[in-house]
């Protein structure tokens, strides 16, 4: 058996880790490897049912003062969501930048920070935003991508002031919803990326699922969660040749002994048409 993997989960908002990694993440704390999360922003901005929802429908949003009030208190709720939706699929480490959502950028202090982290915890394996999601210009996801990207460039050499010597990683695996899902913008147009790698999860969906229940204050729970499960997880198992799965993008060619052909790619290749469709046809019981 290899050692335990540190894996690292990278998302711009409270959600995000949760919805293109959820199950990912619970297969690795399954099977005894060490699984932490980083919430880039506080998110408050977010879909928040009070900061955005119920002020887009006000004559005026309170002033300058109550607004911050309110909008700590509103990132302290979506922690605590955070806190349970990790406890839904057995993650315990939890870490919050509290960087402001309103304009992300990949600046030096951030990067120079996640740096200083990623030397302190020296994970195997970064998953994360792919870098020119949307085009890469404007998109707090792209933005988180970059950031990632710079900060491990930068944890891979010394900082004076931070004692922890330099740190590289293993693989990096983007999430392919949102730089490999249905292209919708002109941004996307630049894009082509596609999933070289997907994630079955179907055993572990239920477990999503309350992650993404937790997430409350965000609208992410009840109807929206199996929506978001079915047709993005869904169409993701369906190209995989299962019932759900999540889909990654790799950043580094892998190498290999010999040809890596995978037990799934075996077993589908002696399956029948109407076998195939059975097991991708499987549809989690909810409510
Ligand atoms: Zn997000």
């Not at 908002?13 to 704390?29: K, V, Y």
């Not at 999360?37 to 300058?64: K, N, W, Y």
């Not at 596609?194 to 993404?212: G, W």
Request: net charge negative; glycine share 10%; proline share 5%.
């Amino acid at each position: 058996m290899a050692d335990p993997l540190r894996i690292l989960s990278i998302g711009a908002h409270p959600a995000d880790i949760f919805d293109q990694s959820g199950g990912t993440m619970a297969h690795h704390r399954d099977q005894g490897d060490w699984v932490g999360c980083v919430v880039l922003t506080h998110g408050a901005r977010v879909h928040d049912e009070i900061i955005s929802e119920q002020m887009f429908h006000m004559e005026q949003v309170p002033d300058a003062d109550d607004l911050t009030n309110m909008m700590n208190e509103r990132a302290e709720i979506k922690a605590n969501e955070v806190r349970a939706a990790c406890r839904a699929l057995g993650v315990e480490d939890v870490f919050f930048f509290g960087a402001d959502d309103s304009v992300l950028l990949p600046d030096k202090p951030t990067v120079q920070r996640l740096a200083r982290f990623l030397r302190e915890q020296k994970p195997d394996v970064i998953l994360t935003h792919f870098p020119e999601e949307g085009g890469g210009i404007w998109n707090p996801h792209a933005a988180t991508g970059q950031i990632v990207m710079l900060a491990l460039g930068l944890a891979g050499s010394v900082d004076p002031g931070d004692r922890n010597p330099p740190h590289r990683v293993m693989q990096i695996f983007y999430w392919g919803c949102g730089a490999a899902s249905l292209p919708s913008k002109v941004w996307d147009a630049r894009g082509g990326y596609y999933n070289d790698l997907f994630i079955d999860i179907t055993d572990v969906v239920d477990k999503k699922l309350a992650a993404l229940d937790a997430l409350a204050s965000q609208g992410y729970g009840g109807e929206y969660a199996r929506k978001r499960i079915e047709t993005s997880d869904g169409a993701f198992g369906t190209a995989g040749g299962v019932a759900y799965a999540e889909g990654f993008i790799k950043a580094n060619a892998e190498t290999h002994y010999v040809l890596p052909v995978t037990d799934y790619a075996r077993q589908s290749a002696r399956d029948s048409d109407h076998e195939r469709m059975a097991r991708y046809s499987y549809r989690i019981p909810t409510r």
